[in-house]
């Protein structure tokens, strides 16, 4: 499990690169974080470049010397591709393997056969929820939304009914639950337990998934009545196939690295020995590179196996899976370097030193900075990875299960209201065929419901545990 120790974090903010007051950094944050947004929305710079822009103009308007800032971005970019790279790398060979063996298709079939009428958006939020797991959110959209088109063109069924649920699924999964890019990121920079975090996540995500997805789309559905687009529904995978891996095999492949994660977790609460056999034995296959790479393997025999994938088959399928994460882990990477920056010009121990004199509950505060940088930037990603570098000290005097409602306030925050801003905004509307109006009083409500929603649960939780 990648973790920044508490020590480690508060020796970073002891000995400041730059001796700049409260004022200027503050005046260097919101200048570096303008800088940032202006790059990704004015001049539609890619992310990384704006980030990496942003560090540069954060450290120099702070006082500090630029050949420290240029070490302090690299440490931290070097740190978080090496503490969340391989998680991600091993997330998408996951999903490229459902994909391409028909394993997604193979439960969206099985679960569909048993579900009609009334019970058919319960059916697509579970299926999303499941599917979400190991997929990136573009990855999810690009093979559950043609099902769901699909679903609601020969069930005669109303489009928001039914897509809105899934998009509801693919969302939370994306923003509170591991191994997702932006909560891994967020785990790493404030030192939370990924374990709790998940276990935290997943109960956090219930709710809120069943209030955005199969409620909500009940009032998307009056407001939005549109028929589903014909052009949008391509033959999936599983048709070109012989055949497909089955469902109890695929459903076991995708939950295995979270059982196994969960059970560390588990262990960690009930044995709390670090000596103990069973417990370091568990703090193994329980971290989440083994657990996704046991999901790895294990699915060359699930998945790809009964799919009738030969071994010449498995290396270039891996290769494709492994080329479109390039761009996101370049932005993952460049947000820890920008989190580095902060910490290491001060900025941290300013928001920490602020924050005393605040009568703002330090969850509260942090899913607002996440809304702020949302809003402005439109990714989610660039939201967490900012936002956890800002309230990463913070988490100093925290409990376990509080820096991990931390995390999970930061991922509520980054989710909140999608707009023109976001690649998933048109993303959605292009495969809804939406106008921009339309759109927004779907998804981009139904992302402000999942964002207040899930902050509410995280600050409910955060006064009984």
């Known amino acids: ?43 539609k ?35 978080t591709v090496a503490g969340v790279g391989v998680l991600i790398a091993l997330g998408a060979i996951l999903g490229k393997m459902l994909a391409d063996s028909g394993g997604a298709d193979q439960i969206v079939d099985t679960i569909l056969a048993r579900a009609s009428g009334r019970s058919m958006p319960w059916a697509m939020v579970l299926i999303a929820s499941v599917i979400g797991l190991p ?12 099902v769901a088109l699909m679903v609601a063109r020969r069930g005669n069924y109303s489009l928001m009914r039914i897509g809105i649920p899934a998009l509801a699924g693919l969302s939370v999964m994306h923003g509170l639950v591991p191994p ?19 276990a935290l996540g997943v109960l956090v995500a219930i709710p809120t998934v069943i209030i955005a997805g199969p409620l ?24 070109d196939l012989e055949k497909r891996p089955g469902f109890g095999a695929t459903l076991t492949t995708i939950l295995l690295p979270v059982v196994l994660m969960l059970s560390k977790a588990l262990v960690d609460i009930v044995v709390d020995d670090p000596e103990n056999t069973v417990q370091r034995v568990f ?31 498995i290396s270039p399928l891996v290769e494709k899976s492994l080329a479109p994460i390039a761009g996101i882990l370049l932005i993952v990477g460049a947000g820890g370097g920008f ?25 509260l505060l942090a899913w607002l900075i996440a809304v702020a940088i949302r809003l402005a930037t439109g990714s989610a990603t660039v939201a967490t990875v900012s936002a956890a570098g800002l309230v990463a000290p913070l988490a100093a005097d925290m409990s376990t299960t509080h820096a991990a409602l931390l995390v999970l306030a930061i991922g509520a925050g980054s989710l909140f209201f999608s707009h ?46």
């Open 135 to 146: 997929l990136f959110f573009e990855v999810g959209v690009v093979l559950l939304i043609p």
């Open 45 to 79: 710079l890619h992310a990384f470049l704006s980030l990496t822009l942003g560090s540069l103009v954060l450290g120099a308007l702070a006082g500090a010397p630029l050949d420290k800032v240029i070490v302090s971005f690299t440490t931290g970019l070097g740190t």
């Open 339 to 363: 989190k580095q920056t902060l910490i290491d010009t001060g900025v941290g121990q300013m928001v920490l030193d602020i924050s005393k004199d605040w009568s703002i509950p330090a969850l």
């Open 216 to 239: 909500f789309s009940r009032y998307a559905a009056r407001w939005v009545d549109v028929p589903a687009p014909d052009r949008m529904i391509p033959q999936r995978v599983s048709e």
């Open 180 to 198: 997702h890019p932006g909560p891994l990121v967020a785990i790493d920079a404030i030192g939370a337990n990924l374990g709790v975090t998940l």
């Open 420 to 465: 023109v801003n976001d690649a998933g905004f048109w993303l959605v509307k292009e495969y809804f065929g939406l106008n921009v109006g339309q759109t927004v009083k779907t998804w981009s409500v139904m992302e402000t419901i999942i964002s207040v929603v899930a902050g509410g649960l995280v600050l409910l939780l955060s006064l009984v545990i």
């Open 1 to 43: 499990m990648t973790r920044l120790s508490v020590e480690m974090l508060a020796a970073d903010t002891v000995e400041p690169i730059t001796s700049a007051g409260h004022a200027q950094l503050g005046v260097a944050v919101l200048v570096g974080i303008a800088v940032i947004v202006l790059l990704i929305t004015k001049f």
């Open 283 to 313: 703090d193994v296959i329980g971290s989440p590179l083994i657990a996704l790479l046991a999901s790895v393997l294990v699915g060359i025999f699930t998945l790809l196996g009964p799919a009738g994938f030969s071994k010449e088959r």
